[in-house]
């Protein structure tokens, strides 16, 4: 022991650096042999007990492979050490020329300094050789990092590591007993990453038949495997899951799912359609069926809107062009385009807000909201006035907005409407502080002035005057209130 510890303070106190002198050995050369000592010297602090790594020639061949075995027999022949000293003069023609040789130098026996033949090359032979390419060595890995791939980690160790973000090899689990300990481990953990990456492992070491029933009992971890399938889109194990669980809804659900992947439009109508028969909830099937509906609809007014706009016997298509088909849309975008490009239809046209309205059950202020919103884009005010006036049964009208006459104001001022329209439904808002507000911002001073004269607010009417400009109306009707 004693030797082993001078021979490695040795190594690391000494220098590789001398003076110079005239009679030096060729600098290159030179190098190389220093660079032989320094390896030699290392097979004494280096253990020798190297049985757990694998030994790789200079070609890069695992030794013991077919391809090693097959170039070291090609290579029985091989040229004596002294002849290969003797080409490395300076100045030498057959420098070039040296024959290429596989080397059967192993890491471990470099790293030693011993040869398995007399007539393997040496080290510094094989730097030497520029037929060669050479290869740096590398110093090998600390055995820490094959502890991880060759010790018997119990279940929960092995969770342990693999929670710590280490590379931990499951394979040794072969048993039915072991994997589902190691399952257990893992939900015990509570480490979704753990438990997603061992159900991965389990669903390629078992047959589903065994997998599924014992996930049957673990539900939190049969809840990360659906959502596992539902993310990588494994559809036909989802639903072999599923019916192996009895779940026939979601069978069903994930079998609607598909439609997604159709992109002709009626192939997917057909899929629909044949979806209608599933065992869903009444919930459920009443969607599917308004979904198949839609479909349906959207093809026949999609034929018949392209037709017009082709033969540019429509000015609304003409001065509006359409942006994108209304083919797969949503509902409510399918009523935005009715109550923009068919507002004055027939209720007994497919295209006809109203008969969408009926038909899917649209409630009154989704529609109210829509239909605003797309007739107010075309500037179309009288439209606006009559979609929120209604009429009692004594024949009366006034003005009536499910969604509340200030949403009405943002959406015409988003559209750019006139003061005077504005101010007409500002009016209309009952909330008082609401209402200034609104009037306020949107600069509708005639409605202000009246507000703050029904408040009889004297002082904050003299001050809003100011905000007006001079001798315009809203200055006289201020000075009007103000002096009466």
């Given amino acids: 022991m004693s030797r082993v510890r001078a021979d490695e303070e040795e190594y690391w106190h000494s220098s590789k650096f001398r003076a110079f002198t005239f009679d030096d050995e060729d600098d290159e050369l030179s190098q190389l042999k220093e660079s032989k000592r320094a390896v030699n010297s290392l097979r004494d602090i280096v253990d020798d007990?190297?049985?757990?790594l694998e030994r790789v020639s200079w070609s890069g061949e695992p030794v013991g492979s077919i391809s090693w075995s097959i170039k070291e027999t090609a290579s029985g022949s091989t040229s004596s050490l002294d002849g290969r000293d003797s080409s490395l003069q300076k100045g030498s023609s057959s420098?070039?020329?040296l024959p290429k040789q596989a080397s059967s130098y192993s890491l471990s026996s470099l790293f030693k300094g011993r040869n398995k033949l007399p007539s393997f090359q040496s080290l510094s032979d094989a730097l030497t050789d520029t037929g060669v390419k050479n290869y740096a060595p590398e110093l090998r890995r600390p055995r820490a990092e094959y502890k991880d791939y060759s010790s018997n980690w119990s279940p929960k160790d092995t969770v342990r590591r693999m929670q710590r973000g280490k590379v931990c090899s499951l394979e040794r689990f072969r048993s039915l007993q072991d994997k589902l300990v190691?399952?257990?481990?893992?939900?015990?953990?509570?480490?979704?990453?753990?438990?997603?990456?061992?159900?991965?492992?389990?669903?390629?070491?078992?047959?589903?038949?065994?997998?599924?029933?014992?996930?049957?009992?673990?539900?939190?971890?049969?809840?990360?495997?659906?959502?596992?399938?539902?993310?990588?889109?494994?559809?036909?194990?989802?639903?072999?899951?599923?019916r192996f669980l009895d779940r026939t809804e979601e069978v069903a659900l994930s079998q609607y799912r598909e439609h997604l992947n159709i992109q002709d439009v009626e192939k997917r109508r057909e899929f629909l359609k044949g979806c209608i028969g599933l065992p869903f909830s009444a919930e459920d099937t009443s969607h599917i069926q308004d979904h198949y509906t839609l479909l349906e609809r959207q093809i026949i007014i999609e034929a018949n809107d392209r037709h017009l706009e082709m033969a540019g016997q429509s000015e609304l298509f003409r001065k509006y062009p359409r942006k994108a088909s209304i083919l797969n849309m949503p509902l409510v975008t399918t009523l935005f385009y009715s109550c923009f490009y068919h507002y004055t239809e027939a209720e007994g046209m497919f295209s006809s807000p109203t008969n969408l309205k009926k038909t899917f059950k649209i409630p009154d202020k989704q529609y109210v909201l829509t239909a605003l919103a797309a007739r107010a884009k075309l500037r179309a005010w009288g439209d606006v006035d009559a979609l929120l006036t209604t009429k009692n049964w004594l024949g009366y009208t006034k003005k009536k907005a499910p969604i509340g006459f200030h949403r009405v104001v943002e959406i015409l001022q988003r559209n750019n409407a006139p003061v005077q329209v504005?101010?007409?439904?500002?009016?209309?808002?009952?909330?008082?502080?609401?209402?200034?507000?609104?009037?306020?911002?949107?600069?509708?001073?005639?409605?202000?002035?009246?507000?703050?004269?029904?408040?009889?607010?004297?002082i904050q009417l003299t001050a809003y005057k100011c905000k007006v400009e001079r001798g315009s109306a809203e200055e006289e009707k201020i000075n009007s209130i103000l002096n009466n």
């Fill in 95 to 97: 420098y070039a020329a």
């Fill in 49 to 52: 007990d190297d049985d757990d």
């Fill in 422 to 458: 504005l101010q007409e439904y500002v009016r209309l808002v009952e909330d008082v502080e609401t209402r200034l507000n609104l009037a306020t911002k949107y600069k509708c001073h005639n409605v202000v002035i009246e507000t703050y004269r029904d408040l009889k607010d004297r």
């Fill in 182 to 242: 190691l399952l257990d481990e893992a939900v015990a953990g509570h480490d979704g990453n753990v438990i997603t990456a061992v159900l991965i492992f389990l669903k390629r070491t078992l047959r589903r038949e065994i997998l599924f029933r014992e996930l049957e009992v673990r539900q939190v971890a049969l809840c990360h495997l659906i959502h596992f399938l539902r993310e990588t889109g494994e559809q036909k194990f989802l639903l072999d899951l599923f």
